[in-house]
């Protein structure tokens, strides 16, 4: 029985020990027994009794069965295969997996691998046999154990809350775990990049290039990460689109706040917000096939030289695909202010131009300042966009129109294809991620505490 079947028995079957709960208590009730919980509360225990046990069951199994398939594999292998490197017994390993399901990768296949495969297969079917039999077994008798304990005197409500304050409390800790082992991941693979290249050489080096050497006397012999062009690459094409989106954004947000009436705003929002629905791919597409080659032609008409693949271009459509992340948090905060504030500005005498630009646009600053932050730290963790449209060389310009790196582009680079995780042009990738979470992290705190202080101050 496949996963997918067994979730959808549990949940019918949780959803039964709900309504039998349910009418267990409406019963009750109705033979003229005091509640101390509603029905509702009841019957949402019966749920979580038939579900919870029987999916945490589910998880662990699925968990388990991978590495014990693994260690079953391996014990129906030779001495000498037994004997291989980890590396290439894992090889072996996931061959006879693919032999198990059905792949072949074109080797000939002993008659032992055939059989290891086999006995895999049977095990495996085994475990799942097993593993249906006990979840289903555990939903039922938890959806029985949900209807049987229905009283009047059961605190239904104070459980139901303490298993969703748990549950609410086990997201929460996922959430920030797998941060925690996000960054913990490039600290150790960074730590391993800086035993083999300097600190000072990453983070103030003028020359970027991680390539490996054909001759002793290149520059890839011994590699130059100095990730300064990658750094100042970066920060161009966020400016250029800081440039883009935020005037725009900008005006867009009052206009929809303070001059377009409920019809138009009703209107102009939403398709101005489609913008942050479409993917970035699609704007990679339009950079480097519309935008680039506009903006040469442009360039070569008016005698100006413009790459290819210009920052220019790439930051450009960037703009345009934040525009709506600053549009639609600064057309919030604009709302936010209080509307005496602009009564006593029109009492004073002031225009409406006069009291936007005076008193609507101050006191709304911290949290335009804040959307802002948040759009800086969406344009330099964007990849698809500069991938498709900006180079790959890391150049030290400050132009514009030439073709520049980013950040994010190297680190697509440097972990395509095969690769070999103790070289130092690999590792680069995890530093260069290190420095881009550390970076964002730091923004998004700054745009989070500015709005939370503007908060304190409206609310």
């Not at 006879?96 to 049977?122: L, P």
């Not at 209107?267 to 990679?284: C, D, N």
Request: net charge neutral; aromatic share 6%; charged share 15%.
């Amino acid at each position: 029985m496949s996963s997918l079947t067994l979730i959808l028995i549990v949940a019918a079957i949780a959803a039964a020990g709900f309504i039998a709960a349910r009418a267990r208590a409406q019963s009750l009730a109705v033979s003229g027994s005091t509640l101390h919980s509603r029905p509702v509360n009841h019957g949402a225990m019966g749920f979580v009794l038939a579900a919870l046990p029987a999916f945490l069951v589910l998880c662990l199994w699925l968990v388990a069965e991978g590495p014990i398939g693994t260690a079953a594999i391996e014990a129906g292998l030779s001495a000498a295969e037994q004997e291989l490197p980890d590396a290439e017994r894992g090889l072996l390993v996931e061959r006879i997996r693919n032999i198990a399901a059905g792949i072949e990768t074109g080797e000939v296949s002993s008659e032992a691998h055939r059989a290891a495969a086999a006995a895999y297969v049977d095990a495996l079917a085994a475990s799942r046999l097993w593993m249906s039999i006990i979840v289903i077994a555990l939903s039922v008798a938890g959806a029985f154990i949900g209807m049987t304990r229905v009283s009047a005197e059961r605190r239904a409500r104070n459980e139901a809350e303490r298993v969703a304050r748990a549950i609410m409390l086990v997201a929460s800790l996922v959430a920030i775990l797998t941060t925690i082992g996000i960054f913990m991941s490039l600290i150790f693979e960074s730590v391993r990049f800086f035993g083999k290249v300097p600190l000072t050489e990453f983070l103030f080096g003028l020359e970027w290039s991680p390539q490996t050497a054909i001759r002793a006397d290149q520059v890839g012999s011994s590699g130059a990460f100095g990730a300064v062009p990658l750094f100042l690459g970066t920060t161009l094409i966020m400016l250029i689109a800081m440039v883009v989106a935020v005037p725009v954004g900008l005006f867009a947000a009052i206009y929809l706040s303070e001059y377009a009436g409920p019809r138009t705003r009703a209107v102009v929002k939403p398709l101005l917000e489609v913008l942050a629905g479409i993917p970035t791919v699609v704007y990679g597409f339009f950079a480097a096939l519309t935008v680039a080659p506009f903006l040469r032609e442009i360039g070569a008409s008016i005698g100006l030289d413009v790459a290819s693949e210009s920052a220019l271009a790439a930051g450009a459509v960037m703009g345009i695909m934040i525009v709506p992340f600053i549009s639609s948090l600064s057309d919030d905060v604009i709302n936010a202010v209080p509307q005496t504030l602009r009564d006593g500005s029109y009492a004073m005498g002031a225009t409406k131009s006069e009291t936007i630009r005076k008193v609507v646009l101050p006191a709304a600053l911290p949290g335009i300042v804040g959307a802002v932050l948040l759009a800086v730290s969406r344009a330099i963790g964007e990849t698809m966009i500069v991938v498709m449209a900006a180079g790959l060389a890391g150049n030290l310009t400050f132009n514009p129109l030439d073709a520049v790196t980013t950040v994010t582009v190297q680190i697509k680079t440097l972990l395509v294809g095969d690769q070999e995780f103790d070289s130092a042009k690999t590792l680069s990738a995890f530093a260069l991620g290190l420095v881009l979470f550390l970076v964002t992290l730091v923004l998004n705190i700054i745009a989070l505490r500015t709005v939370q202080k503007y908060r304190e101050k409206y609310d």
